[in-house]
């Protein structure tokens, strides 16, 4: 288990997710809610394996 894992707001979009883990170069998320206390849990699969599609372009 990870001591500290890596977390994203609720509210943030699937997007914005995707674009996060890109950024870090991870594949899964704890979800949190604005008292920092957990709601669930993300991992990419759980993102693209809803047959969606999504467009990311990082300015680098």
């Known amino acids: 288990m990870t001591k500290n894992p890596m977390t ?6 699937l997007a914005q997710t995707m674009e996060l883990m890109q950024k ?4 899964s998320f704890a979800v949190v809610n ?3 206390e957990l709601k669930g ?4 699969h759980d993102i693209l394996g809803r047959g ?7 300015n680098q």
């Open 34 to 36: 604005e008292k920092k």
């Open 8 to 13: 994203i707001d609720e509210n943030v979009s």
């Open 24 to 27: 870090k170069e991870i594949t």
């Open 52 to 58: 969606g599609s999504v467009n990311i372009s990082l």
């Open 41 to 44: 849990y993300i991992h990419l």
